[in-house]
Every structure is written in structure tokens, then in C-alpha cells.
């Protein structure tokens, strides 16, 4: 068997993302002493504030399937999504111990709630909740933004985190739109030549820059796509799909899988949505405050999802444009079972693409779903009328 | 909110007139020119829709209408038939339902359709989806009042700035523009004076319940008596007359010893003060309340009965500062409030109101209101020593009422405050 040139990044990566009793996390503290380790939820916090204080931002994303939830369930009824028992889970067996501060971000009512069940579970942590905008006014929901972000510097910094300076945060973003930039390049080869780069292989690759500082995902990254370029291309005869629906509890890599194995190429999604949750690049004006930029960032950039307000847009637009911009046939609807706003934004998503004349099935997962048959089933069907549409 | 079978008194005839005249305003509405707001219940700015002449349809209550009135199971299945999951807040799904079945309100006369959606988005993150689905159905356009959430347990200038700034620049100018005239603050500020009134008088019954034994059931009773403030009449004479004809009945109550009205009639031997946790349900109130009667339970305060306003820590609408009291008024209503501050409250009820014991109605529907629930259950039975029950149902998914098992755990409940009675005499 002929070596693959992006095993090694790859091998790298899903150690990462496999690892939750987070030992990367505690290597990084041992070598940055003063420097605090921040977990965040899902979906989103502006990571380079973060870097700019010399903090590690990790995203929680619960426990996945590896993780054997026994406590965390006796806080949350049984209609309540999985990730925040799998949380509780790691919050009270220990491993989260060796970080510093956990910020949750106003994704749902879920995480709202969560965070004050946090600050009662371990008050020796320091716990902010912070609110995203939905006004997205810069002069409104920006400047109020701004104010949170600037309220969160304040947390970290009386817990030892280096003074927030617009130097470093200048830096931070520049390290981000790096990033960025690379993350682009990445979804252009699933895009454009979906054999290179399976979306299973994408997901642990962007997945571990949600764990990482940036520089190491940069280098990470840096490993991976001229490797996977290097890829022999193969005969390619799958259904081309988007995945919507998973940006918070995120499904079981085998879940992912089995879109694959069924003939299913996801060629975009909402995985890990907190690295895209602004896109391209953020711009810090001449003689800005780069807080301000990175408010602004959020405000005029931000990804439309389930969690943020449409405002004045149509609502599904931006699927629909994701569906062509990625030259879609399909759409799989793949969120997690009880999660309110993934649900409650499927029918009107779906109505959107069905108006443009886009296929889409629904599949409902917990994070530790281990059954995948009737997915299987579903997906493979899905994908062959899929290539029947097409041919048609 | 017209269908208990209890005898009825001078403010509930009163109260029952007020919402039948307000339903037949809105199915005259487009004839009479009127415009018509959509919005909710916890941050309803009816003062400031009073004072733009703008007519509100609260879809939460129209949804628990539906429930009492046994319309929300057809309602939820024509939502799911449309593609809806079950999992999902089944308010929203009966009110989708509703309008798809030719929106029919309580009174059964057609609801007018909205000329905007007053997305005040206090509380609750299934707000915003609601407003969004009504928004593809109506075509009409939404204003979102973004209302930060009291994470740290506090209302900071920050917030407090934000929202009257959103108030001055957004919301304001967009009801004008759709009322087609000006605020006149002079309006807007009387209007503010008469919350402060009626919400004077509310907080005087809610602290009846102090009194042994309580002359109203602060739960089951108290949902009637927040109808008309939670709704279109805050900042009305109409609600000034209705709170003080209330609290007169109840004080009256209180002064000749008798306990609250229920649907099997006075509670003459009250045996159980309760603190209830959580919204009840609505398509079982009746069976639901009279489980509780049955054994001389009252439920002396409860949380739900604060959503739409939490008045008796404080809080008036102050006629002096209104963009501060609208923006403070939002900022306040309960599920806005921080899990450590309803720890707080709810162990306060507890002491404030001698209550035996503390339940919590886990609704499937809510994540607002219960995520954190049973971690509140146990901090509350922490500090006041007081027995946690914890029973769940739905909002008017009727499929979520487990009779049997709600009562059998009641019977658990009420078994450990009696041993506790025991205990304590002993
Ligand atoms: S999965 Fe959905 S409901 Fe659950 S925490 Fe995440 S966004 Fe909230
Ligand atoms: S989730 Fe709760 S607060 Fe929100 S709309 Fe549903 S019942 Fe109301």
C-alpha cells in the first residue's frame, strides 16, 4: 500500500481531537507559565482576544462518544440535547481541572443556563457568559459587543492573563486571517477535488485548530494541504452534498463516515463552525482600536446560522448560496436531537431550498450515537437519487 | 382567560369582559384601520404600543388559550405535518398551527393578520426562531429589540445603555413609522404611571399569599390574576381598576380566613404551602390544579407567575425615566435572570412565604426554564431545608401529561414534607 502524504498531519490532528483528557492543554500551560487556558462552547468566541492576553482558547465540545456519561446526566432532563451532560461529565470527573476560565457564548438557551450551572459547580473558576449581538447595527449591537469583549479581557486579566494591548491584538488577528486563509484553501480542494481531502479528514484537521494556538494550527495546516495536493486523484463518482445542522453538538465521526462510505461527498458544512463563523478577512483600519475591528468582524462578516438573527436577509439565502457556490446536488439536515435552534430553523431552510429547487434529506443524531444502519440506509438512498437528478 | 369552572368573582367577570372587548378590537382592527404588533409576553412594550394607538396579539397566550381549549393537539400535528420536530418548543408549533388552520383566537374570531412582528428578544432564544417562521408566513417585517441576559446577575449601564439606545434608534422609529405618527413621550409616560399602579396592587396579592392561610393560590390562581398585566392592558385605567378590584377581593379574603377559590371549590383545611418552579400545563390546568387542591396544597409563590414582569423585588415602571423602565422592565422579567439569582428568589419565596415545601413543573417545551432545573432543586433544598419535588409535563403538548405518574409523585412529595412535619414536632 502506497504511503499517504497527509497521513502525518492527519495521524497529528485526530490524536488532538481524540484526546479529552485535554493533555495538550496541560503541555501548554507547563510551557507558558502564567498563561491561562479559556474553554468556550460552541459556537463561537473571538479567539485572538484570547491569544492576545497569552491565553489558550479550547472549544468544549462535550464528550463526544467517548465519554461515558454517568453524573451528567442526573442534571438535565431527558429532553435536553447531549452536550451539555457529556460537559457536566468532563466538568465533574476532572478533566477540565487544569483550565483557568470558561467563557459561554450566547448560542442557546442551553449554553445561557449552562453557564450558571457552571459558576455553581466550580466556583473557584472564573465563568462569564458572553452575549453576542443580534442587533447588528456597529453603532448598536458592535459598540455593545466591544463593551462585552472588553468585559471578558477585564475577567482574564484580574485572573493573571497578560494586559490586553492593541498591539497584540493586531497580531492576533493578523495570525487569524493567516488562518483563515489557509481554512479557505482547504474547503476550495474539498470543493474542487473532493478525493483529496474526505470531510472526515477536513473535519479532525479544522477541528484541532479549535484546540490549538494559532500558530500550531497554521503549521498544522501548513503540513496538510500540499500534502493532500500530492493525493493521487481517483475516479469520483459521488453525490456532491452540504451538511447543515451541526454547529454546536457535533456528530460522531462515525456518523460522518457513513455520509461518506454511502456515497456521499460533503463538499461544505457547519462542523466547527466557530473557525467560520466570520468570514474572510478581518480588517483593522489604519489607527483602529483592533477590538473594535474584531466587533465589527462579527457584525458585518458573520456566517448566517440557526443562532444568529437573520435580520433583514432572506432567510436560507446563504444555503442556497453554499449549495451553488459549492455545486451542491443536495442537502443533508443533520442536527442533533432537542437542539431547538437547528430544529426550529430546518423548515424554513428547508422551504428555501425547496423554492430553489434543491433536494435535502434530515437526519437526527446524539453525540454518542453508535447505531449508523438506518443513516446508512437513508444516506445511501438519498445519494443515489440524488445522481439520478443530476443525470436527468 | 376564561375557562376555569371556579365561582366566580367581580375580577374575573371584569377581567373576562376586558379580554373579550381587546379580541373584538382585533377582529375589527383592518376596518377600523387599526395596525396590529405581534409580540410576547416576558418584555412586552405595552405602554409604548398603547401610546402609538398599535393593537398587540401576544402568541403565547393565544397558544395557551389553544391548550385550555383543547385545539393545541390538532395544532401541533398540522406544525409537524408541515415539517416541524417534535422536539421543539410546543408553543411554537401550536401557534404555527393556529395561523395555518385560519387563525381563529380564543374568542373564536379571526386574529388579524400582523403589520410587524415586535421581536423583544427577552428570556428566550426560541423567540427569535418564532418571529422568524411568522416573518416567512406574514411577510411582514420584524423589529428585534436585542435584550442581553443578566449573566452575572445584574443589569449594567452597558445593557441598560444598549437597550435604550436600540429603543431610541430602532424600535421606536419603526412603530412610529408603522403607527404613521410620532411618540408623544407625555403619552407614553402617563401610561408608565399606570403600570406603576396596577403593579402595586398586584405585588399586595402576590404578598397575600404570606398569610396563613394564604387567601390565593399564587400559581394556579396567579396566572389569572397576571393575565391582564402580562398582556394588552399594562398602562391602561382598565388594569388600574381591575388590580385594585383584585387586591380589595383578596384582602377581603384574607380578613375573613379563607383560603383561594379552586376548581373543586375553597380550600378550607390548607395542609401544603407550596413555592412552584416552572410554567404549568395548560391542556390538563383543571386536573393539574385540583391534584393539588384535592389534598389542601396552595401554592403560596411561584416563578412562572413572574415572566412577564417581576414586580414584588422592586421593580416599577418609573413614568420619570421611560426609556430606562421599558429597557429595565425587559431586562427584569424572570427566565432573563441568572441561574444563581432564581436560586436566590426562589429560596427568598421559600423563607418569605413559610412554604412546607418546593416543586419544580419541568415543561419538556422550555429550555429557557429548565435547563438548570434540577441543579436549582437541589441548591434551594440546600439552603432552606425545605423538600424539592420535581414532576414534568408540557406547555400544550397534551402528549407530555402523565396523570398517573404526576400524581404518584406528588404523593411522594407530599409524603416527605409530612415526614418532615413529623420530624420537626417530634
Ligand atoms: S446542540 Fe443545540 S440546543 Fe444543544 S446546546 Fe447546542 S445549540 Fe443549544
Ligand atoms: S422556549 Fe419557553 S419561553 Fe421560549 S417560547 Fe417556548 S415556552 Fe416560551
Known sequence: MSHDPAATPLEKARELVEDLTFSHAKAWKAAHPGGLVVGHLPIYVPRPLFEAMGCLPVTIYGGGDQVDVVRGDSYFQSYICHIPRSTVELGVSGALDGFDAFVFPSTCDVIRNLSGMWKILFPQKAVAYLDMPQNFDAHLGGKFYALELRRIARMLEERGAKALTSAALAAAIEKENERGVLLDQLDSIRRDEPWRVRASEAYVAIRAGTLLPVEEHIALLSELIPAVRQRPARAYDNARVVVVGSFCEQPPPGLIKTLEQSGCDIVSDDFNLGLRAVRGKIEVAPGEDPLVALARAFIDQGTQTACRYVGKAKKGGALVETVKSSRADGVVFLAASFCDPALLDQPMLEAALDEASVPHTSVKFAENTGQFQSVREQAGAFGDSLKLWGAA | MSTVPVAKEVSQIRQKTMIADHFKRLSR??????????????????????????????????????????????????????????????????????????????????????????????????????????????????????????????????????????????????????????????????????????????????????????????????????????????????????????????????????????????????????????????????????????????????????????????????????????????????????????????????????????????????????????????????????????????????????????????????????????????
Open chain 2, 29 to 426: 382592527a383592518k376596518e377600523d384601520g387599526k395596525k396590529v404588533i405581534y409580540t410576547f409576553v416576558p418584555g412586552n412594550l405595552s405602554e409604548l404600543l398603547g401610546a402609538l394607538d398599535l393593537l398587540p396579539v401576544l402568541p403565547e397566550i393565544n397558544a395557551l388559550q389553544s391548550g385550555m381549549r383543547g385545539k393545541s393537539a390538532a395544532y401541533i400535528a398540522e406544525a409537524e405535518r408541515q415539517g416541524h420536530s417534535e422536539d421543539v418548543c410546543s408553543y411554537v408549533k401550536c401557534d404555527v398551527g393556529m395561523s395555518l388552520s385560519g387563525n381563529i383566537g380564543p374568542t373564536g374570531e379571526k386574529l388579524p393578520p400582523p403589520d410587524a412582528l415586535l421581536l423583544s428578544h427577552t428570556g428566550c432564544f426560541t423567540f427569535m426562531k418564532w418571529f422568524e417562521l411568522l416573518r416567512e408566513q406574514y411577510k411582514c417585517p420584524v423589529i428585534m429589540l436585542h435584550v442581553p441576559y443578566q449573566g452575572d446577575g445584574e443589569i449594567t449601564a452597558e445593557m441598560r445603555r444598549y437597550m435604550v439606545e436600540q429603543l431610541r434608534d430602532v424600535v421606536i422609529p419603526a412603530l412610529e413609522e408603522i403607527a404613521g405618527k410620532q411618540l408623544d413621550l407625555n403619552e407614553l409616560s402617563r401610561r408608565l404611571a399606570l403600570s406603576a399602579q396596577a403593579e402595586d396592587d398586584l405585588v399586595r396579592v402576590w404578598e397575600a399569599g404570606k398569610r396563613r392561610p394564604a387567601p390565593i393560590d399564587g400559581y394556579f390562581g396567579g396566572v389569572y390574576y397576571v393575565g391582564p398585566i402580562f398582556s394588552a392592558f399594562r398602562g391602561t385605567e382598565e388594569a388600574v381598576a381591575y388590580y385594585r378590584e383584585l387586591r380589595e377581593e383578596v384582602e377581603a379574603r384574607a380578613a375573613r380566613g379563607e383560603g383561594p377559590l379552586t376548581p373543586i371549590g375553597p380550600i378550607t383545611n390548607e395542609r401544603y404551602r407550596l413555592v412552584v418552579e416552572g410554567p404549568p400545563c395548560w391542556t390538563s390546568f383543571n386536573d393539574f390544579w385540583s391534584m393539588f387542591a384535592k389534598e389542601g396544597a396552595v401554592v403560596v409563590a411561584s416563578t412562572y407567575t413572574k415572566v412577564g414582569g417581576l414586580y414584588d423585588t422592586g421593580f416599577r415602571h418609573d413614568p420619570a425615566q421611560p426609556y430606562e423602565a421599558l429597557a429595565d422592565y425587559c431586562l427584569g422579567c424572570y427566565t432573563n435572570h441568572s441561574l444563581t439569582r432564581r436560586i436566590e428568589l426562589l429560596s427568598k419565596y421559600v423563607r418569605d412565604y413559610s412554604a412546607d415545601g418546593f416543586l419544580v413543573n419541568s415543561v419538556k417545551s422550555c429550555n429557557s426554564f429548565s435547563v438548570g432545573q434540577l441543579q436549582m432543586m437541589r441548591e434551594v433544598e440546600a439552603r432552606t431545608g425545605a423538600p424539592g419535588g420535581f414532576i414534568e409535563s408540557d406547555l400544550v403538548d397534551s402528549r407530555y401529561f402523565g396523570k398517573a405518574n404526576i400524581a404518584n409523585r406528588l404523593q411522594s412529595f407530599f409524603q416527605m414534607i409530612d415526614a418532615r412535619k413529623a420530624r420537626r414536632s417530634a
